[in-house]
């Protein structure tokens, strides 16, 4: 089971406590409790479409349950053990744990790269701001232009193998 937090939620503040005595409790029912802070964790909480916080799920037999009841121990390990079976998982297309879920949470982290890329080419490598992105646009650039020339390749060959040479453009 997993709470999703931020530092400065006064009602994430208050759940602490009780989260504290519900993971020592529900380690005896074989639930692992985790939490997550959600300001440091951008991707993870894109992943989970946290909107509010604290924001509780139960991640069990490869489906994701959110936990909308009550904020108190009982009321959790209920939950963890055999209460969320009553409720209805994620659909596949908004659960954390399937391969969309997985995706959004890779495209949520592509800047992190990005950011780590530019700091490793400035300061490791000394390249200048302009060299960095004339590299970086030079890319798509790139494979658009090898794209164009293979379609063009392709298909020219085709429209002339299907009908013949009398049709080619002349000049």
Known sequence: MIKIYAPWCSHCRQLEPLWK???????????????IDGTQERALMARFRVT???SLFL??????????????????????????????????H??????????????????RIGVRLYRSLRHERGLSDT????????IPVAVGAGLIC?????????ARDEFGPEHEHQE
């Open 94 to 111: 908004k659960a954390p744990n399937s391969l969309l879920g997985r995706l959004v949470g890779k495209l949520h982290g592509l800047p």
């Open 131 to 138: 060299a960095i992105v004339a590299g970086f646009l030079a």
């Open 52 to 54: 509010a916080f604290p």
């Open 150 to 158: 293979l379609l063009d390749a392709l298909y020219v060959r085709r």
């Open 21 to 35: 005595v519900f993971a020592e409790e529900a380690e005896a029912d074989g639930v692992r409790v985790g939490k």
């Open 59 to 92: 991640l069990r037999e490869g489906r994701t349950y959110v936990y909308q009841g009550a904020r108190n121990v009982a009321s959790f390990r209920a939950f963890a053990t055999s209460a969320f079976a009553a409720e209805k998982a994620l659909p596949f």
